[in-house]
């Protein structure tokens, strides 16, 4: 059965028709050129990346010339975090970087990198709402990391994280600041010409884009060294030849994404409110994460004591509702979620969270349906797991 509701936009989403459109071209014989060729094929080929270079820039506030396109938000997390620390070591400064204990693990697999090459990672305590912990910034800093990362906006629980100071901070103690603004695009405005940030992170698939391109933005080259050596595409901080097609899309979606940000957010907002409302009524001992802090319209995470999550999930996903336990790339895990630990929830708590996100297709009778099937999925978990405790 396919579920008729889907409630996992923060994990991916439907790729817009605009978007499948303007990739068309670039997927036959049209536009077939490779854009590193100097005639008319390639030269065609890179028109469309030098487009979509721009609808990029454009999206987030920055000049075309600080966009690098990777194969994803995973290598942009890497790029940066891995890159910044590199290229520190090529100074002869401290191989150190400082990352939030809530981050993605493409930025926490990152610092590891870093430490398994002889640098060091310092990880960066969050409050019980999973805001980054100021005094504990300011301690790292005092390290002399050379690059801190820390998420515009948590993929799990949504909470929105005060940037703008902690990038003031990293900029008066000399640090390049990182931040993995994935979830943000398309549902928050991004300026990043005007932000305290030199490393910013966006992905196409979380916007209605195509699967396996991303996007570093990047103010001063000089001070990241690439991962991957090759060709001299993309100033040589990203070689090899250019998903062309891919790349177009993402520039048509976030073309568009930022044109609809404003009205596409305060739809989300309220669809989120009205959901949570349902869920509280429909559940009475459900338990909001993160519901003291500021966060993202899209995501909505809640706990259902007693209820485990990924038999919770299962129930659900028969009853036609697609959701997530957390971020999607920890699914299967036995271990609860490292963002909620982070946050000082309690290990049996943590192991029945359910995020809820939602999208531009999401609609109010959605909503209802989810929260129909719900209840009934909830007992039928806890009335199992009441049956294996007493085995």
Not at 43 to 67: L, P
Not at 111 to 125: K, N, S
Not at 167 to 177: H, I, N, V, Y
Not at 289 to 316: K, Q, Y
Request: proline share 6%; net charge neutral.
């Amino acid at each position: 059965m396919t579920p008729a509701v889907y409630l996992d936009h923060a994990a991916t989403t439907p790729v817009r028709p605009e978007v499948r459109q303007a990739m068309l071209p670039y997927l036959g014989h049209e536009v077939f050129g490779n854009p590193s060729s100097a005639h008319w094929f390639g030269r065609a080929a890179r028109a469309g990346v030098e487009q979509a270079r721009r609808q990029v820039a454009a999206a987030v506030g920055a000049d075309s010339a600080q966009v690098f396109f990777t194969s994803g938000g995973t290598e942009a997390d890497n790029l940066a975090v891995l890159g910044a620390a590199l290229a520190a070591r090529d100074r002869a400064s401290p191989m150190c970087v400082a990352v939030s204990a809530i981050e993605h693990k493409a930025v926490l697999a990152g610092a590891h990198a870093v430490a398994h090459l002889g640098g060091e990672e310092i990880l960066l305590p969050v409050d019980p709402n999973g805001v980054i912990d100021l005094a504990g910034l300011e301690a790292a800093l005092a390290r002399r990391p050379a690059v801190v990362s820390v998420m515009l906006v948590n993929n799990e629980t949504g909470v929105i994280q005060p940037i703008a100071e902690i990038g003031r901070r990293c900029r008066a103690a000399g640090t390049l600041f990182h931040t993995d603004a994935v979830q943000a695009l398309g549902n928050l405005p991004i300026a990043f010409a005007g932000l305290p940030c030199d490393l910013l992170t966006v992905s196409a698939h979380k916007i209605g884009g195509p699967k396996g391109v991303g996007a570093l933005v990047v103010r001063d080259r000089a001070k990241v060294a690439p991962l991957i050596t090759g060709g001299g595409q993309q100033g040589g901080l990203r070689p090899g030849t250019e998903n062309v097609a891919g790349i177009v899309g993402f520039g048509m979606a976030a073309e568009l994404a930022a044109q609809q940000q404003p009205e596409h957010a305060c739809r989300l907002a309220g669809l989120r409110m009205h959901l949570t409302k349902l869920i509280a009524q429909a559940v009475p001992d459900v338990v909001f994460t993160a519901d003291g802090a500021e966060r993202v319209p899209h995501i909505l995470n809640f706990c259902v004591p007693g209820a485990d999550s990924e038999a919770l999930l299962m129930h659900l996903d028969l009853a036609g509702v697609a959701a997530s336990g957390g971020s999607a790339c920890s699914t299967g895990a036995v271990e609860p979620s490292h963002v909620l630990t982070a946050m000082g929830l309690p290990r049996e708590l943590a192991m029945s969270a359910i995020r809820f996100s939602l999208g531009r297709e999401t609609t109010e009778a959605d909503l209802h349906h989810a929260v129909a099937v719900l209840p009934p999925a909830i007992d039928k978990v806890r009335a199992l797991t009441r049956v294996l405790a007493r085995a």
